[in-house]
């Protein structure tokens, strides 16, 4: 299984870690069927409690379905992560080849789900429903906790920041400059009351 601190590989049943000292999370995994399908394969889910999350996940596709509340607790756990990643290197991929890009079902009430590329940056597309959770195909779990243990959010919401103020400064130069021309506008018709080509090009200026 990884380290949930390194991500070092360490021995199930280990308490620490022989790469870092950490503690090690312990791994526990039962099966069983559940009434979700998998969007790609339409089989029955398998419901697979991970130490102490459930996931659902596809025998024939290697498939994984989070719901939204199980990821964000993913997301920010680092024992949850080892735990979840020790047991994804253990299972026999059966992953299928996917040669065109499918919008495929959300498990829990049948819309299309919308892909996005994961936090803006992380370059995995993932299917997500916001109301039930992500769909992952075979190699994008571990892609993704990845990027988020090497700082990754972090990175997006900067990203994400520097982009909004980008925006703000933008609308206050644009609010500048439609002041002056409605001020230079305001000049002219002044002299021109009647001249309506004159206005239609100063307001196109500004537009």
Not at 55 to 67: F, N, P, Q, R, V
Not at 113 to 134: E, P, Y
Not at 148 to 158: A, D, F, L, N, T
């Amino acid at each position: 299984m990884a380290c949930p601190s390194c991500f070092g590989l360490v021995f199930i049943g280990s308490k620490f870690c022989a790469h870092c000292g950490a503690i090690a999370a312990p791994l526990q995994v039962s099966l069983d069927e559940n009434q979700r399908q998998c969007p790609r394969c339409q089989l029955a889910l398998q419901t697979m409690a991970v130490g102490e999350i459930s996931i659902d996940g596809c025998s024939k596709c290697d498939g994984i379905w989070l719901e939204t509340g199980v990821f964000e607790t993913v997301c920010a756990d680092r024992e949850r992560q080892s735990a979840v990643l020790g047991f994804l290197d253990h299972r026999t991929s059966t992953a299928l080849q996917k040669t065109k890009v499918n919008y495929v079902p959300c498990p829990d009430c049948g819309q299309l789900m919308n892909r996005n590329n994961f936090a803006r940056a992380s370059g995995v597309i993932v299917d997500m429903c916001k109301r039930h959770g992500v769909w992952f195909d075979s190699d994008e779990l571990p892609a993704i906790i990845d990027f988020v243990y090497k700082g990754g959010m972090e990175i997006s919401r900067q990203r994400e920041r520097n982009e909004i103020e980008q925006e703000r400064e933008r609308l206050r130069s644009e609010q500048r400059r439609q002041s002056i021309g409605d001020h230079q506008f305001g000049l002219r018709n002044a002299y021109d009351t009647d001249d309506l080509d004159v206005r239609a090009f100063v307001r196109g200026l500004f537009d």
